[in-house]
């Protein structure tokens, strides 16, 4: 079954990183920015996006998620937030704009790959 | 003999004595005068102002007799005053308390004396007028009515010597208090019981800048910006109040002012006092610190989320190799990652210490020297090196830049950071322009540095955040950088009092115009 996971994030490395950690669910598509990740979406059905909250250029994750969530069309997608801010606030924040999971780098692999599964199931 | 028994109030009579300060002073025209009448009118030799001391009758002015005072054992005085009337002895050698008396039995021989009290502006009892004869007498009721007068202007003069010292006292108190007032530093103003202004020191018109006179009658509530809460409360329960706010002069200007306001009665009627002063620099020394404060807390939350993300690939990716099996050269790609990573979290760390330091040092810390642009470059060039981007900065210098005054290894990380900035954020091949030349700065003698690139440029929201600690506007993809360059930059310059310019648009490059005082020149 196709997992369709999408990770998006501004850095490489950090793309690479979830793309592996998640590899035994599947395939796993990228995106850098928030207009490839919206036209990814649009194009291909997708049942998990692992966000990153910082996507450069002053894009925010965390209005992306929302965006997301208040859309008919996306809202049963789920969202994991992955951020270096670990506040209680950043995380309300998250939770606030509707994210499945919030997870603070750095994370260990195993619990990023643990909560995906439970979510995709 | 009989001695005098004491007054019962003889304690404050004695101070009220001694606070008049009239007991051992020189004789004086308006005291003599009387005694001098005294003697005439009386066709008596000796006349006395007595005044009764502890133990000593101690006389003011006297004629006929030479000691200036004599014990108070012996003193018929004593018993003068005693008396609420005129106390006569007309023949004290057959008088049973007076007869063995020794100065009735020797020198100077009394035998006729005739005294009245002196009373002090309070009433208490002081002293006599008394009229002195070696032989027995008679003293008739018009004797003892003119004895009483001329006791009384006795006490009239005790009286106005008191008055002229208040009024000396009074006036010296004043001089000082107008002086301290036409001087003190701060505002001092006075407001009737409505709160309009009566009265300011020069400091208020000052502050205000206008007269007295433009300012005398208006309310003071109108010289405030803001209306304070709780004034009339606080004065109410008669505390000073104080509050700071911004004042407001006639011609409409405003200023950072402090004031303290408090309730007084001036001779019955209800007067507010204030004192006012201008609070611009303290204010300006507060925001300093809360921007510093500000700026610093920004460092420390953003050095985590800078620290975390690469922190995130070394454990992420270890943690895989660890437990994962990978060929070999994908094993080898994610311990590249790793260890770039790892030299990213160094590259931030040096960073933030960078910045601590120069930010803790300030000025102070500065190791300033002559130095020219030229060797700076060559310097900051050789940091550069290892992006191996150098081909494409096309430094020019102008000979006729002055040097500058400058901490080199700072200024020079200064530049390494712009400079790096310039070629991380434009495309691989195009150039960076570095241009040195004289410039004036600040009507002064200046060195211009340029530095122009090519690259992605930022839009005028991402300018005004460019010196934001971590701020990076960076949508180029693959952009390592901690986000401290910028300010680092800025830190740097500013301790140098450089001024910084920024031109830039999205998709058109950027220029940084920065002008630095030239080195003034040493007098040998």
Not at chain 2, 328 to 355: F, R, W, Y
Request: glycine fraction near 8%; proline fraction near 5%; charged fraction near 20%.
């Amino acid at each position: 079954m196709n997992p369709a996971i999408l990770v998006v994030d501004d850095q490489s490395e950090l793309r690479l990183l979830v793309r592996i950690t998640l590899q035994p669910l599947g395939k796993i598509a990228t995106a850098e920015n928030a207009e490839q990740a919206r036209a990814h979406i649009a194009r291909v059905p997708t049942r998990l996006v692992v966000l990153d909250v910082w996507l450069g250029a002053g894009q925010s994750g965390i209005d992306f998620c929302r965006a997301l969530k208040s859309d008919p069309a996306t809202q049963d997608i789920k969202v994991i937030l992955l951020s270096a801010n670990g506040n209680q606030p950043d995380i309300d924040a998250g939770m606030a704009a509707g994210a499945d999971a919030y997870i603070v780098k750095p994370y260990s692999p195993r619990d990023l790959l643990v909560k995906a599964t439970q979510l995709l199931h | 003999m009989l001695v005098a028994p004491l007054l019962p109030d003889e304690p404050r009579r004695l101070a009220v004595l001694l606070n008049l300060n009239i007991l051992d002073t020189p004789p004086e025209e308006r005291f003599d005068r009387i005694t001098r009448m005294a003697a005439r009118l009386f066709h008596v030799p000796i006349a006395l102002v007595s005044l009764i001391d502890a133990d000593r009758q101690w006389f003011k002015s006297r004629v006929g007799i030479a000691l200036p005072e004599s014990p108070r054992r012996t003193s018929f005085c004593t018993h003068a005053m005693l008396q609420d009337g005129v106390f006569v002895v007309e023949d004290a050698t057959i008088d049973l308390r007076f007869a063995d008396n020794p100065t009735v039995v020797d020198e100077p021989h009394v035998r006729f004396y005739a005294g009245y009290p002196i009373a002090a502006p309070d009433g208490s009892k002081i002293g006599t007028l008394c009229v002195i004869d070696h032989t027995a007498r008679h003293f008739s009721d018009d004797d003892r009515a003119l004895l009483r007068d001329l006791a009384g202007m006795v006490a009239h003069e005790v009286a106005a010597s008191e008055l002229q010292r208040h009024l000396r006292q009074q006036s010296e108190n004043d001089t000082w208090l107008r002086g301290l007032l036409d001087n003190a530093p701060d505002g001092v103003m006075m407001l009737d019981e409505n709160g309009l202004v009566l009265s300011l020191n020069p400091a208020a018109e000052e502050l205000f800048g206008c007269t007295s006179a433009e300012l005398i009658g208006r309310p003071g509530r109108s010289l405030m910006v803001e209306t304070i809460e709780g004034i009339s409360e606080g004065l109410r329960q008669g505390r000073a109040v104080t509050a700071d706010g911004n004042g407001r002069r006639p011609d409409g200007s405003t200023f950072p002012l402090e004031f303290s306001v408090r309730t007084m009665r001036l001779d019955g009627e209800l007067r507010y006092a204030a004192i006012v002063r201008d609070i611009a620099r303290r204010r300006e020394a507060e925001q300093a610190i809360i921007a510093r404060d500000i700026r610093r807390s920004k460092y420390l939350a953003t050095a985590t989320h800078e620290l975390r993300t690469p922190m995130a690939s070394v454990l992420g990716f270890s943690e895989l190799l660890m437990k994962r099996e990978f060929d070999a050269k994908t094993g080898a790609e994610l311990v590249g990652i790793i260890h770039a990573q790892a030299g990213v979290l160094i590259s931030v760390t040096n960073q933030l210490l960078d910045l601590a330091r120069i930010e803790a040092g300030g000025k102070g810390a500065l190791r300033i020297g002559t130095h020219t642009l030229a060797d700076l470059f060559t310097q900051a060039l050789a940091a550069l090196e290892p992006l191996g981007q150098n081909h494409r900065i096309a430094l020019s210098i102008d000979p006729a830049a002055a040097p500058v005054a400058a901490d080199p290894q700072r200024l020079q990380l200064a530049l390494v950071n712009l400079v790096g900035n310039a070629l991380n954020y434009s495309d691989g091949d195009s150039p960076v322009a570095v241009d040195v030349t004289p410039a004036p700065y600040r009507g002064m003698a200046g060195v211009q540095v340029r530095v122009a690139d090519q690259g992605i440029g930022m839009s005028a929201e991402q300018v005004a955040r460019l010196y934001d600690a971590f701020y990076r506007a960076g949508a180029k993809p693959g952009v390592a950088g901690s986000g401290l360059g910028m300010a680092i930059f800025k830190e740097i310059t500013d301790l140098h009092n450089a001024t910084v310019d920024v031109d830039s648009a999205l998709g058109r490059g950027t220029v940084v115009t920065l002008v630095l005082p030239a080195a003034q020149a040493e007098t040998p």
